[in-house]
Antibody, heavy 125, light 107 residues
Framework: QLQLQESGPGLVKPSETLSLTCTVSGGSIRNNNYFWTWVRQPPGKGLEWIGSISYSGNTYYSPSLESRVTISIDTSKNHFSLKVFSVTAADTALYYC?????????????????WGQGSLVTVSS | DIRVTQSPSSLSASVGDRVTITCRASQSIGNYLNWYQQKPGKAPNLLIYAASSLQTGVPSRFTGSGSGTDFTLTISSLRPEDFATYYCQQSYISPLTFGGGTKVEIK
């Protein structure tokens, strides 16, 4: 069964860079049917898609964050990573990694399944 | 961006009740609509994909319907473990967007 696990610092200072890694276990990250994705959730609020990456390295970002975000992938380590630059308190959130599944011939669209347990990142001096 | 609006934002219901949550997209999205359940302190869990397809392992009391701009998630008979927050999400066009959530509470 595929599992995802986020890791990284829980506290980041304003103006610095938030860095998280998502390690995938129970399956290979090398699969054309999936995009590897980051979603965040500010405390007590809703979900926001940050971006996705294919195993070949093609990236797709939310326009609202694109100027400050980089997602990368390391297939040799079966993990992918997120960097958010120049963070502010507004970037304080629970950060989830997830697999984005292509419906392909089976169904329309894409969906997120499974998800990691989440990593709380607080931006504070 | 496609706005996805859920209603109600919260509701109170009893075990055994039939519950319906609505999701409306700001433009037609075909059936590119998914539903998730999130319990406190946990990650979201996929319930329904492509508007009406039940994810493996999800109880059959959950059903999704709709297409175009209007969608519904129905829980036919509410169980204690169903008290949670539910989110819809469109995958028709980037950026992928979520509804604001519907919190289902115990009456």
């Amino acid at each position: 069964q595929l599992q995802l696990q986020e890791s990284g610092p829980g506290l980041v200072k304003p103006s610095e860079t938030l860095s998280l890694t998502c390690t995938v276990s129970g399956g290979s990250i090398r699969n054309n049917n999936y995009f590897w994705t980051w979603v965040r959730q500010p405390p007590g609020k809703g979900l926001e898609w940050i971006g996705s990456i294919s195993y070949s390295g093609n990236t797709y970002y939310s326009p609202s964050l694109e100027s400050r975000v980089t997602i990368s992938i390391d297939t040799s380590k079966n993990h992918f990573s997120l960097k958010v630059f120049s963070v502010t308190a507004a970037d304080t959130a629970l950060y989830y990694c997830a697999r984005r599944v292509r419906g392909g011939m089976v169904a329309s669209g894409t969906w997120f399944d499974p998800w990691g347990q989440g990593s709380l990142v607080t931006v504070s001096s | 961006d496609i706005r996805v609006t859920q209603s109600p934002s919260s509701l109170s219901a009893s075990v055994g009740d039939r519950v319906t949550i609505t999701c409306r997209a700001s433009q037609s999205i075909g059936n590119y609509l998914n539903w998730y359940q999130q319990k406190p302190g946990k990650a979201p869990n996929l319930l329904i994909y492509a508007a009406s397809s039940l994810q493996t392992g999800v109880p059959s009391r959950f059903t999704g319907s709709g297409s175009g701009t209007d969608f519904t998630l129905t829980i036919s008979s509410l169980r204690p473990e169903d008290f949670a927050t539910y989110y819809c999400q469109q995958s028709y066009i980037s950026p992928l967007t979520f509804g604001g959530g519907t919190k289902v509470e115990i009456k």
